[in-house]
């Protein structure tokens, strides 16, 4: 990797919103670190042979704290410009009372606490001017779910917000970036095939909002068009 360019790690860039921004932070001149899961091949893998060793592929399972300490300690001899983690899961749309326990906990665990694992254990590694940032949604806006529906979905965005704000106020005179992205309703296979934008339409917006922040300290929740998401 070339030390004069900025470095971008992306966690859960094997498909949809974070293989796209990896491919995006490509495009800008960045080098990128992306993680996927287990062992086989993604596109990920197809883009990090097209990089000319730009990218670099690691494995993480986001779950086991473990593996988040061990990526650690293999990215340690790195100065990143930009941590951001991408991956979530959704079980589909229940009412909160038809919800199993074991599915809550799975949720929560994946899209709450096992990214604040990665803000805590990797967020050392980004540099003073740098921005650490997590994918959010607007169905973790408090404000603005005046309809219900994906209960435990918007139950985990809420809780991840949360512990970003618990994060920042913990951390108030860090002079690094803190975000929080909306990418808009996507068509992946989270957002589902009704969602208005595709892949291609959200992660430019995303990758240029984070880029415009970069050098404003505190946490901002945004979407991919640079407006504030109210809490």
């Known amino acids: ?42 596109g990920l893998h197809d883009l990090a042979e097209a990089s000319g060793g730009r990218l670099i592929i690691e494995s993480l399972e986001m779950t086991e704290p473990e593996q988040i300490s061990a990526l650690r300690d293999r990215l340690a001899r790195h100065t ?16 909160i ?4 326990t074991d599915m809550f906990a799975e949720v929560l665990i994946t899209n709450a606490l096992s990214p604040m694992r990665v803000v805590e254990t990797l967020g050392p590694l980004v540099a003073p001017t740098g921005t650490i940032g997590v994918m959010s949604s607007d169905q973790g806006s408090i404000a603005l779910n005046t ?25 108030a005179e860090d002079t690094r970036t ?8 996507v068509r992946t296979e989270l957002g589902g095939p009704e969602a208005d934008l595709s892949v291609e339409e959200s992660v430019p917006g995303v990758a240029e909002t984070i880029e415009r922040h970069q050098g404003k300290p505190g946490l901002h929740f945004l979407d991919y068009q640079g407006q504030v998401v109210p809490w």
């Not at 009372?97 to 199993?100: K, S």
């Open 178 to 185: 803190l975000l929080l992205m909306d990418p808009g309703w």
């Open 1 to 42: 990797m070339n030390d004069t360019r900025k470095t971008a790690v992306i966690i859960g860039a094997s498909r949809a919103l974070g293989l796209g921004l990896a491919a995006e932070y490509l495009r800008r001149d960045w080098d990128v670190i992306g993680t996927v899961r287990g062992s086989r091949r993604t």
């Open 97 to 100: 009372g038809e919800v199993p």
């Open 80 to 95: 990143l410009d930009l941590l951001f983690v991408n991956a979530a899961i959704t079980r589909g749309d229940l009412p």
């Open 147 to 171: 309809e219900g529906g994906q209960d435990l979905y918007r139950a985990s965005k809420s809780a991840l917000n949360q512990l970003m704000r618990s994060y920042a106020a913990r951390h």
